[in-house]
């Protein structure tokens, strides 16, 4: 595609007559703005953050939390691949070992013993969110983080926990649960 | 107390002295930078004693131009080429033995003609004016003028002349 | 009160000169030419946000006086306690040296553009006398060169920033900085020539005296006598002042001509490597500038301290005239600072081909075909 580039007329190269229209906007603007109050602000979002909060879009990233399912159990089952696909590798996982205690929900071999992530070493870029096999850590609309501290910004498993919320999913261990009920020999304990 | 011009005078020539000696013999740091900032303090304090000659109009223009367009340029070239600090040489006898005697043979010259000349020995009475600078650049030194700035123009084309692309 | 007059008396002539000249110059910089940076900060911020649709600083407010009735939040709402906030903020940031800049130069750099833009200050007639005082800190009679010489001595500092810290950007933003300064140098010394031509003076005071009597260079109509002759020269006059202010911003460094700092493409030009302090000392360090490019303006174009109305226009012999003149020439440079926040974001930014041939290929020539046509004209008129 050819653009066509004119050459410049004598008033366009003297550049007087781009200062004449620069000043012509940059006043209109600064009348609206001062004089009858059409900011932005006003505007677009009706009055300005802190007193007025903006409506968060669906499928915003925010910050990234646990979230337990409909019975009140974690659905993390520590198998750390968030960690591992966390690009400035804020994620950190302490997995249990051989012989720590077992999942606090049925059907789930574990979960793990210690759950961090550093919230200034986040990049809210969701990958974390899409490699979980369980549907366990989802970013929400949480986008003001603040802290005295950097230890205070480092939030441990009770934390994203507490403010991921509920989110029952697809329950995929229920269903499982269901299928090896219906067969004839199945090696797990169904209490 | 000796009078405050007097001060300033040995606080200028220290400096002038000082920074000069630096810019060629740093023991602390040999990159051609600090080089270069010691040389424009040299043209600063140089043009202090020029100010105390009662010649303000060359104390502002050594300022403006020396110390102001053309250890830039000199500072551009530097850090654009990016030059850095020469290795040590070997000591070699014969030629720092020629060396030190050529410094001492000029250094013998100059004292030689310090003690003889006759020093007026008074304080400059004349206020450098500019204007009377400018009638004697353009009456009575007008031909060497004219020679300095031909010689200006053919150093600046031979420059472009250098540094000209091949034209294919 | 009777005692410090007798005892002030007593004193030499010279001691007395000195101690005024130390009060005087203590008196500048602190009462005068910091807080007027810091408020053009300040001033920056609100019309700026002006002129793009939103509010600037508004919300800074001190405990007790924010609490005054109705002055209290309209102070707030003008945002002028903000400065005091960005002061305190400044100096309890954390001040980091990277490893791997040159620390000597990364620490002189800020100063060395900082001393420049006040020591300028030093020749810039504020006002005409105060009582018996002159209100000009040195009456040089080489001002103008000491001017362009101190400003020249400006651009080490950018040069040395960006050498100092040592990475790609600030080095490109300051060897970028350096040949736009050391090229508009040139254009702004050669603009300014017919002016000293037509006053036959180097000295400012003198300069706004001649100005005061025989019209403002800029508009020769503000005179209390017209002359035929400054009629004729004011083309010239039109352009040497249009060379010097386009000049000026690109001296300072300011859009259109702010490529050396450049966000979009430098991220912060030789400013990234600082914090806190040191990038506070930058930033006052242009301000400063802008302050000291806008007095120039005013004292070279736009005749100083003096109105042609009023009896202003002669020296002041008292105090509520020394006083008058003063807020004058405030009033002035605050004009100017306006235009300088204001071109900020009326115009795109220039291309650095285009700014180096705008400084070279036509200010330079036009600069110098001014100079001989006043010098024409001058013979004609004479």
């Known amino acids: 595609m050819i653009v066509d580039r004119k050459p410049l007329s004598f008033w366009e190269r003297m550049y007087l007559p781009s200062i004449w229209g620069g000043l012509k906007i940059t006043s209109k603007h600064f009348y609206n703005t001062v004089f009858k109050g059409q900011t932005g602000g006003n505007t677009l979002s009706k009055g300005y953050y802190p007193e007025t909060k903006w409506d968060v879009a669906e499928g915003y990233r925010g910050a990234p939390y646990l979230v337990k399912d409909q019975d009140g159990a974690t659905k993390c089952v520590s198998c750390q691949l968030c960690e591992f696909v966390c690009p ?28 961090e992530i550093n919230m200034l070493r986040c990049i809210f870029c969701g990958f974390c969110q899409e490699v979980c096999p369980e549907e366990a850590i989802f970013l929400q609309k949480d986008y003001s983080l603040t802290g005295l501290a950097r230890g205070e910004m480092i939030f441990n498993k009770e934390k994203l926990l507490s403010l991921g919320g509920t989110s029952g999913g697809i329950q995929k261990w229920k269903h499982k649960l269901e299928e090896a009920k219906e067969q004839e020999v199945f090696p797990v304990e169904t209490k | 107390m000796p009078p405050i011009s007097d001060i300033f005078f040995y606080l200028f020539a220290a400096m ?48 403006l131009v020396y110390a102001g367009a053309v250890m830039v340029l000199f500072l551009f070239v530097i850090m654009l080429l990016d030059i850095k600090e020469e290795e040590r040489r070997k000591f070699k006898v014969i030629s720092s033995g020629i060396g030190a005697l050529a410094v001492f043979g000029t250094a013998a010259i100059f004292l030689k003609s310090i003690g003889t000349t006759q020093w007026k020995g008074a304080t400059p009475t004349i206020e450098g004016s500019t204007v009377a600078l400018g009638k004697l650049l353009f009456d009575k030194f007008l031909l060497p003028f004219e020679i300095v700035s031909v010689l200006l123009l053919v150093a600046m084309i031979g420059v472009i002349l250098l540094s000209r692309k091949e034209l294919k | 009160m009777d005692s410090l007059l007798q005892h002030w008396n007593s004193l030499a002539p010279l001691t007395q000169s000195v101690v005024f000249s130390t009060l005087k110059v203590l008196g500048v910089l602190f009462l005068a030419l ?15 946000a002006f002129i793009q649709d939103r509010q600037g600083p508004n919300r800074a407010s001190l405990p007790l006086l924010g609490s005054i009735p109705i002055l209290g939040p309209l102070l707030t709402k003008l945002g002028i306690w903000q400065p005091l906030a960005d002061g ?50 040195a009456d040089l009679n080489v001002g103008i060169l000491y001017t362009f010489g101190i400003v020249s001595l400006g651009v080490y500092g950018i040069v040395l920033a960006g050498y100092a810290s040592n990475s790609k950007y600030p080095f490109l933003g300051g060897i970028r900085s350096t040949a736009q300064m050391i090229s508009y140098e040139l254009a702004m010394g050669m603009s300014v020539i017919p002016v000293f031509m037509i006053i036959g003076k180097l000295n400012l005071s003198d300069i706004i005296t001649h100005q005061a009597q025989h019209g403002w260079m800029a508009l020769p109509f503000m005179a209390t006598q017209q002359t035929f002759a400054s009629y004729l020269l004011w083309p010239c006059m039109i352009v040497s002042f249009g060379i010097f202010l386009v000049s000026a911003f690109a001296e300072t460094n300011r859009l259109p001509f702010d490529l050396p700092e450049s966000e979009t493409e430098l991220v912060a030009g030789y400013n990234t490597e600082y914090s806190s302090m040191k990038f506070a000392l930058f930033f006052m360090g242009e301000y400063a500038s802008m302050i000291t490019a806008s007095c120039m303006m005013v004292v070279l174009f736009f005749g100083g301290w003096s109105l042609p109305f009023f009896g202003l226009d002669q020296p002041a012999t008292s105090i509520i005239g020394g006083l008058a003149h003063i807020a004058i020439f405030v009033a002035k ?47 004609f008129v004479r």
Not at chain 2, 17 to 43: H, K, Y
Not at chain 2, 54 to 63: C, D, E, G, N, P
Not at chain 3, 344 to 373: E, K, S
């Open chain 2, 16 to 63: 002038t002295l000082f920074c000069g000696l630096m810019v060629v013999a740093n023991p602390l740091s040999r990159n051609p930078v600090t080089s270069a900032i010691f040389l424009v303090l040299t043209i600063v304090s140089m043009s202090g004693l020029f100010v105390l000659l009662h010649a303000f109009f060359l104390a502002a223009v050594q300022i």
């Open chain 3, 333 to 379: 440079i605050l004009f100017f600072m306006v235009v300088f926040i204001w071109v900020r974001w009326m115009l795109p930014r220039f291309r650095y081909d285009q700014l180096m041939d705008l400084g070279w290929r036509r200010f330079i020539p036009v600069a110098l075909a001014n100079i001989l046509v006043t010098a024409v004209v001058m013979y």
């Open chain 3, 88 to 137: 305190v903020k400044s100096i309890l940031k954390e001040d980091f040296t990277p490893s791997y800049v040159r620390k000597a130069y990364f620490w002189l750099a800020p100063a060395i553009t900082l001393i420049p833009a006040f020591m300028t200050v030093g020749v810039i007639p504020f006002g005409s006398t105060l009582g018996s005082q002159k209100m000009v800190i």
């Open chain 1, 88 to 115: 400035p590798k804020a994620i950190k996982i302490t997995p249990p070992g051989a012989d720590s205690q077992s999942a606090d929900r049925k059907n789930a071999e574990k979960m793990p013993r210690e759950f």
């Open chain 3, 34 to 48: 910091l807080p007027m940076v810091a408020y053009s900060v300040l001033a920056e911020r609100k019309i700026s």
